[in-house]
T-cell receptor, first 113, second 108 residues
Framework: DSGVTQTPKHLITATGQRVTLRCSPRSGDLSVYWYQQSLDQGLQFLIQYYNGEERAKGNILERFSAQQFPDLHSELNLSSLELGDSALYFC????????????FGPGTRLTVL | GQNIDQPTEMTATEGAIVQINCTYQTSGFNGLFWYQQHAGEAPTFLSYNVLDGLEEKGRFSSFLSRSKGYSYLLLKELQMKDSASYLCAVGNDYKLSFGAGTTVTVRA
């Protein structure tokens, strides 16, 4: 158990819908990272927050957005969902926000039908 | 851009040694990480190298040569539970860029 929690564990929804994934970092960690993992793409970095502020952005679609709240939990919002958005979404946390060792949560499996 | 290459699959026998190579070309470098990932589960941290040389941690060791853009993960005394995907990741610009992973299958 890494200490990072993610909810929900599974999510099934329809195309065009909007969902919110939630992540709580390990106690004491200030950084949250979001990744998408699909079978044909591997683990892709989406976005990082450090102490409430966006720090780095990867290949995140405009339909996706995220934020980190004052209590350091983070939410990833996915809208206008498409079939290709079906994937495992991982959240990871780290202490400092630089090139930290990142500890991953159990992931949310999103299925878009 | 980032280019991180590692073999797709490797097979080895229980009790043996396997070496997983990773080569990288990245625009920045703040360290190299290895993660283990069992199917459908979260990646778990194995090792971190920022300086050249070998880091040993129990049955797992990791080596880095920054001048060659090369790292390897060495798994000794293989056990069945070591069957998993092993991900090489390069840290730069506040993020990790991951390779596609090497699936290691351990046979009895």
């Amino acid at each position: 158990d890494s200490g990072v929690t993610q909810t929900p564990k599974h999510l099934i929804t329809a195309t065009g819908q909007r969902v919110t994934l939630r992540c709580s970092p390990r106690s004491g960690d200030l950084s949250v990272y979001w990744y998408q993992q699909s079978l044909d793409q591997g683990l892709q970095f989406l976005i990082q927050y450090y102490n409430g502020e966006e720090r780095a952005k990867g290949n995140i679609l405009e339909r996706f957005s995220a934020q980190q709240f004052p209590d350091l939990h983070s939410e990833l919002n996915l809208s206008s969902l498409e079939l290709g958005d079906s994937a495992l979404y991982f959240c990871a946390s780290g202490q400092r926000g630089g090139t930290d060792t990142q500890y991953f949560g159990p992931g949310t499996r999103l299925t878009v039908l | 851009g980032q280019n991180i290459d590692q073999p797709t699959e490797m097979t080895a026998t229980e009790g043996a040694i396997v070496q997983i190579n990773c080569t990288y070309q990245t625009s920045g470098f703040n360290g190299l990480f290895w993660y283990q990932q069992h199917a459908g589960e979260a990646p778990t941290f194995l090792s971190y190298n920022v300086l050249d040389g070998l880091e040993e941690k129990g049955r797992f060791s990791s080596f880095l040569s920054r001048s060659k853009g090369y790292s390897y993960l060495l798994l000794k005394e293989l056990q069945m539970k070591d069957s998993a995907s092993y991900l090489c990741a390069v840290g730069n610009d506040y993020k990790l860029s991951f390779g596609a992973g090497t699936t290691v299958t351990v046979r009895a």
